[in-house]
């Protein structure tokens, strides 16, 4: 079955750059869908990261674009995640995910990335 | 920006109960909304996409549906495994946006 995980460092420090991976297991990233990334502040609700189309095109929540940038290498099947100048409110569980006509069907387990020097 | 305002925050409920849980977009937008259920310590889970279409395993107690603006999902005959929070999503020109979440408690 398709499973997605999630990697990357646990500790960044203030105003660096969180790097995180997706690895995918059981599809091929270049057949399609877009895949995305989803994160949640501690004891706060879900937020849209950014969004991108097997091809490498790629969207972003406004209130982060600026920051964030995705990627893909299809020949590895991972996709990622670069956010820059991080500060504590980056601090939060980051997740990737598949979507599925427009609603994310097949997640990763999440990763605790927090910020802090 | 379409707005998404969920409701209720928090909701108490008994075995057995039939529950609603509502997501209101601040205009007219289509019907790719989905829901999803969300436990402590884990990844959320995907219940109905496309306003009304059932996910794959969803127990059929999950129902969704759309009136206007307002789309809806109900969980009948509230099993123990149910207490959890609830979030809708909704899609619209390149951006994915989230409720702000519903707890079930008992």
């Known amino acids: 079955q398709v499973q997605l995980q999630e990697s990357g460092p646990r500790l960044v420090k203030p105003a660096e750059t969180l790097s995180l991976t997706c690895s995918v297991s059981g599809y091929s990233i270049k057949n399609g869908f877009y895949w995305g990334w989803i994160r949640q502040s501690p004891g706060q609700g879900l937020e849209w990261i950014g969004s991108?189309?097997?091809?490498?095109?790629?969207h972003y929540n406004a209130s982060l674009k600026s920051r964030v940038t995705l990627s893909v290498d299809t020949s590895k099947n991972q996709f990622f995640l670069r956010l820059t100048s991080v500060t504590a409110a980056d601090t939060a569980v980051y997740y990737c995910a598949r979507d599925f006509s427009y609603a994310f069907d097949i997640w990763g387990q999440g990763t605790v990335v927090t910020v802090s020097s | 920006d379409i707005q998404m305002t969920q409701s209720p925050s928090t909701l108490s409920a008994s075995v057995g109960d039939t529950v609603t849980i509502t997501c209101r977009a601040s205009?007219?937008?289509?019907?790719?909304l989905a829901w999803y259920q969300q436990k402590p310590g884990k990844a959320p889970h995907l219940l109905i996409y496309?306003?009304?279409s059932l996910e794959s395993g969803v127990p059929s107690r999950f129902s969704g549906s759309v009136s206007g603006t307002e789309f809806t999902l109900t969980i009948s005959s509230l099993q123990p495994d149910d207490f959890a929070t609830y979030y809708c999503?909704?899609?619209?020109?390149?951006?994915?946006?989230f409720g702000q979440g519903t707890k079930v408690e008992i």
């Open positions: 496309k306003a009304s």
């Open positions: 991108m189309y097997h091809s490498g095109s790629s």
């Open positions: 205009r007219s937008i289509s019907n790719w």
């Open positions: 999503q909704h899609y619209d020109d390149y951006t994915w946006t």
